[in-house]
C-alpha cells in the first residue's frame, strides 16, 4: 500500500490530477493507442475466422508493428493514468478484469499467430481467435467502467 501511496502523492500522480491539460492529453493518447491496438486485434482475428478470405493471414504480420506501437502508447498512458489514484484503481474489481482481460487477451494473440503460422487445427484457432477479440473487448469494458464503479 505504501508504494501506492507513494505513486498518488508523487509528482506524477498530482500533475494528471490537477493540471488543466495532463489528464486529457493522457487519456486522449491512451484512446488513440486503445484505436490501434483494436483495430489490429479485430482485424486479424476475423480473418482468423473467415473474413476477407483473399487476404493472407500471414499478410497480417506486418500490422504487429503498428499493433505494437499503440500497446506501448497505451502502456505509458495508463501507467501515467493509474498514477491519478492507484489506491482506489488497485483495488477497484473492474481495473482487475481490465488487467486480467489484456494480459489473456497477449497471450490469445499468441496463440493464434503461431497456430496461423504452425499447422494446428483449424477450429482450435478459430476458438482461440474468437475467445482473443473478447478478450480485448472486455479490456475496453471494464476500462471504461473504472471510471463508474
Known amino acids: 500500500m ?14 494528471i490530477r490537477e493540471s488543466l491539460w495532463g489528464y486529457p492529453i493522457v487519456l486522449s493518447s491512451h484512446a488513440v493507442g486503445m484505436a490501434i491496438v483494436m483495430g489490429v486485434v479485430v482485424a486479424l482475428n476475423l480473418r482468423v ?8 493471414i500471414l499478410a497480417y504480420d506486418k500490422l ?3 499493433g505494437w506501437i499503440g500497446f506501448i502508447i497505451n502502456l505509458v498512458s495508463g501507467l501515467i493514468l493509474f498514477c491519478n489514484t492507484p489506491t482506489t484503481y488497485f483495488f477497484q474489481g ?4 481490465k488487467i ?3 494480459v489473456v487477451g497477449g497471450i490469445l494473440m499468441k496463440v493464434v499467430m ?3 503460422r504452425g499447422d494446428t487445427s483449424e477450429t482450435l484457432t478459430k476458438v482461440a481467435s474468437a475467445a482473443c477479440i473478447a478478450c ?6 471494464t476500462g471504461r467502467l473504472m471510471a463508474y464503479l
Open 49 to 56: 475466422l473467415g473474413y476477407a478470405k483473399d487476404i493472407s
Open 136 to 141: 480485448w473487448f472486455s479490456a475496453m469494458i
Open 64 to 66: 504487429f508493428f503498428i
Open 100 to 102: 486480467g482481460s489484456i
Open 2 to 15: 505504501g508504494f501506492l501511496i507513494w505513486l498518488e502523492e508523487g509528482a506524477l500522480g498530482i500533475f
Open 114 to 116: 503461431n497456430s496461423v
Open 94 to 97: 473492474s481495473f482487475q478484469l
